[in-house]
């Protein structure tokens, strides 16, 4: 099992590495990068729009698009009879390998053989993934709760819920 918020986060780290990874082959091979400096800031700023409306989208209750029903129905990791797990920290497990290596390939195939404006498909992927961790955090911060993937073997995409551990003292006591 693993926390929502790192799934996610893991898909869109390993994507932005993976377009970064062939963005300077492609810089080395063609002698210039595939995105001219002057349109760098443009390109940035469209991301950033694009996380920031996909995040409004996904932390909606609109059928379709909102992800929060979803959360909002998951049940309890101790109602499905599996034991809350402990978390995995991403400092151990920054990357994911599928997306990583599907996303090297991907852009430097593209970059190499095709158009190179299409290497922005990973970091279009990787900005919604980017929207649906922050609505996570910020679901279960408002919730007290923790979103967890891979509860049940069979189906690893369905999602349960534990409540958030105690919050610790620097001296590992509870607090008061």
């Keep these: 099992?693993?926390?929502?918020?790192?799934?996610?986060?893991?898909?869109?780290?390993?994507?932005?590495?993976?377009?970064?990874?062939?963005?300077?082959?492609?810089?080395?091979?063609?002698?210039?990068?595939?995105?001219?400096?002057?349109?760098?800031?443009?390109?940035?700023?469209i991301g950033l729009a694009f996380v920031a409306a996909s995040a409004l989208l996904r932390g909606s209750r609109l059928k379709g698009f909102g992800v929060v029903r979803e959360f909002d129905t998951a049940p309890f990791v101790e109602d499905?009879?599996?034991t809350p797990p402990?978390?995995?920290?991403?400092?151990?497990?920054?990357?994911s390998p599928g997306v990583l290596a599907f996303s090297l390939v991907f852009a430097l195939l593209v970059a190499l053989l095709a158009e190179p404006s299409l290497l922005l498909v990973p970091p279009w992927l990787?900005?919604?993934?980017?929207?649906?961790?922050?609505?996570?955090?910020?679901?279960?911060?408002?919730?007290?709760?923790?979103?967890?993937?891979?509860?049940i073997p069979d189906e690893p995409w369905r999602l349960s819920v534990s409540r958030r551990p105690p919050t610790r003292t620097a001296t590992g006591a509870p607090p008061a």
């Design 86 to 95: 402990a978390a995995v920290s991403l400092r151990r497990r920054p990357f």
């Design 80 to 82: 499905t009879g599996a």
């Design 126 to 151: 990787a900005s919604d993934w980017l929207a649906h961790a922050l609505v996570a955090a910020r679901w279960e911060r408002g919730n007290g709760l923790v979103l967890w993937r891979g509860h």
């Design 1 to 45: 099992m693993d926390r929502y918020v790192h799934v996610e986060l893991r898909g869109a780290v390993s994507a932005f590495t993976g377009t970064a990874v062939a963005a300077a082959v492609f810089t080395g091979v063609r002698g210039h990068l595939p995105i001219r400096p002057h349109g760098l800031p443009l390109v940035l700023g």
